[in-house]
Structures are given as structure tokens and as C-alpha cells.
């Protein structure tokens, strides 16, 4: 286990839904991360949160909203999804947020499909 | 614009065999770390070589890093089944006021018993 726990593991959802993501790490890190990972492409950077505050947004859909409650806790909240959002939703930690100075700690991942 | 460029993308050697993969990457980093995935799993780290080094070891895995030629790549010696997985290297680079992680589409490596 790396410390990092996401669920659900599996969500399917309608187009018109409202789902959220779950992320929670036991590592005292100060900076968590959602990544996208879609087949044949790079894992995509969505947002950075470092202690507490939002610090990047990758151009991201505001169909994706997060939430980060405190640095332990970390949300991905979904509403009116496209079929092309279905992908692998990672959460990662790093102990300060330096960005590509530090070793990311990974969740299992919330396998999502949009109908 | 991609960064880590994974080569070959798919990779099949016998058990016992080395693997060796490759990564190139087109402007300068600060440093270049390499990531497993297992089927369905999250990604976990590996190794991280800075700028600065050229060659870094770890167990079976050794890491190369030629920053003349933008490319690093990923050696795992005597393989082993539970080997089988894909592999990601992900550079380290400084612009718009931040550093970022940018991530390659990853290799996969299938080792057979």
C-alpha cells in the first residue's frame, strides 16, 4: 500500500449525474494532486493543491470541481460528464509540493465510465 | 507539448533477460524520475536521477541520464514475471513561475515465465 487511498474503485455514471472522488492520504504530506489517465496518452495534470490552496488548474473543465478540506482530504467532484471523460482518475501526495523535485506516492486509481 | 517519450512502447523478453527502456524528452529538466504501473493500479515510484548525475542504481534497476542527448533510460537486470508492467518516465521542468512533472504515454514491459 502506498499510503494513498482513493474510492470508489469503479464508478459508472449518467451524462446528467452528479458523482464526487474520493482521496485520502496517510502520509502527512502537505500536497495532493488528481491526474487524468486516458489510454495512449500521457498522464494528464489536472490540479495541485499545497496546503490547502489550490496553486495549479490545468485548464480543466468546470464540469471537474475540487475540494480540499484539509491536507489529508482530497475531492474530485463530477457533474454533467462527457463519454470522453471516462478514464483512470488518479490522487497523488508529495511532502511539500515542489513540483518535479519530489517522488509522487499514488492512489489505486477510480476507474470512471461516462454513459 | 509531451515531455518523456517512452521507446519502445511494448516490450515481450523471457524471464532471467535484461529490459531496457528508453526516454527522451526535448528541453532541459532539473530532474527525470521513472514510475511502474501495474494493471489497474496506481503508479508507483521507482527511481529519480538529477541533472546533474549520470548514472544512478537501485537494486536491479540502473538508471542513465544524458543530458547532451535529452534521453535517460531504465535497465532492469534478470528480470522476473512480477516485473510485468508498465513503465513511465516523467521530467522535472521549470516554466511559469513553477516546476511540473510531465509524464510520457509509458511502456510496457511483459516478462514471461
Partial sequence: ETGVTQTPRHLVMGMTNKKSLKCEQHLGHNAMYWYKQSAKKPLELMFVYSLEERVENNSVPSRFSPECPNSSHLFLHLHTLQPEDSALYLCASSQDGQGGNEKLFFG???????L | SQQGEEDPQALSIQEGENATMNCSYKTSINNLQWYRQNSGRGLVHLILIRSNEREKHSGRLRVTLDTSKKSSSLLITASRAADTASYFCAAALYGGGSEKLVFGKGMKLTVNP
Fill in chain 1, 108 to 114: 489505486s486509481g477510480t476507474q470512471l465510465s461516462v
